[in-house]
């Protein structure tokens, strides 16, 4: 069992930036592939962006460019960087850690930006 802890939540204005944290307990994040995932509400959750174990990174189009995700395999935590905020950013998001079958999510942590 993989429990994944976030951090970084808040309410900041359009244009600010936040920085979310997910920290891995009882499994290696330099051995998955993570990522961060978003859910307005009403909405369905969508992926936000992902890095492999290979480090290989991508985006969904809304954030390129704004968002980065990293990860540091001797803190064993996930970043995601987000830079430029906008008010359709605002969502809760989660982190995932994916191994072979194993599949964890975070709980999640709220992003609010106001106009």
């Known amino acids: 069992q993989v429990s994944l802890v976030e951090s970084g939540g808040d309410l900041v204005q359009a244009g600010g930036s936040l920085s979310l944290s997910c920290a891995a307990v009882g499994g290696s994040v330099a051995v998955a592939t993570m990522a961060w995932y978003r859910q307005a509400p009403g909405k369905q959750r969508d992926l936000v962006a992902r890095?492999?174990?290979?480090?290989?990174?991508n985006y969904v189009d809304a954030v390129k460019g704004r968002f980065t995700i990293s990860r540091d395999n001797a803190e064993n935590t996930v970043y995601l960087q987000m830079n430029s905020l906008k008010p359709e950013d605002t969502a809760v998001y989660y982190c995932n850690y994916v191994v072979g079958q194993y599949n964890f999510w975070g709980q999640g942590t709220q992003d609010t930006v106001s106009s």
């Open positions: 890095i492999t174990l290979d480090s290989d990174t």
